[in-house]
């Protein structure tokens, strides 16, 4: 008929009539995809820490979408893409004595996450998923490590190099995979196999903090 119509009205005229984008009138959704295949995802991010000496450091990690296990790759300060693909090759082998394979891997569209960074995973027989553009909730299991990991410890330190954000993040990964309460596992633990021994008529005054310390330099 002539008419140009920007493509915000169309989407309007869709949204309007409960009419989702043509790739998934037919599918399920994200979160419904998410939910069906938790136990067979991995995803993985970058996030910076900034030192007291101005320096920016790259932090790369991979988290189990199910079980919320997070494993800590590497820190650097300069995240090209050969430093990722060799992160990705370390994490296979730890992965390889799984008694199975994860079927997914969801990143963003990173230049760092090269063709060989997807070929490690390729090989595995894990489908590599890429996030929409600037769309970080596409990630939203690794955004909330990030979150939790910057307010609980990171916003509450200053870090003075690599080898000291390496021991920061060390003992907080620890912590977060074999201690620290998650809601969505019903307040247990990544790691934790079995249930923690009740706790009844503690005294108060008998309560003590201890310092948490790792072995080593």
């Not at 021991?167 to 998650?182: D, G």
Request: proline content about 6%; charged content about 25%.
């Amino acid at each position: 008929m002539g008419l140009k119509l920007a493509p915000s009205t169309v989407w309007a005229v869709l949204r309007k009539h409960d009419i989702e984008p043509a790739p998934r009138r037919s599918g399920p959704t994200w979160a419904e995809f998410l939910r069906a295949q938790a136990t067979t995802m991995l995803a993985c991010d970058f996030f910076t820490v900034d030192t007291v000496l101005l320096q920016r450091l790259y932090v790369l990690f991979f988290i189990e979408v199910g079980t919320r296990r997070v494993y800590l790759s590497g820190v650097t300060a300069n995240p090209v893409g050969e430093w990722a693909t060799q992160r990705a090759r370390n994490l296979s082998l730890v992965l390889s004595k799984r008694s199975h394979a994860f079927g997914f891997l969801i990143r963003d569209r990173d230049t760092k996450f090269t063709a060989s960074f997807d070929e490690v995973f390729f090989s595995d027989g894990t489908r590599v998923i890429k996030t929409p553009v600037r769309s970080p909730r596409a990630n939203a299991f690794a955004e909330r490590f990030v979150g939790s990991v910057r307010r609980e410890c990171l916003d509450r330190l200053l870090v003075f190099g690599r080898r000291h954000l390496e021991q920061i993040l060390a003992e907080s990964v620890e912590h977060y995979n074999e201690h620290r309460p998650h809601r969505s596992l019903g307040q247990h633990s990544p790691q934790q196999e079995t249930e923690p021994a009740p706790v009844s008529l503690v005294d108060p005054l008998r309560l003590r903090r201890s310092d948490r310390r790792r072995s080593g330099p």
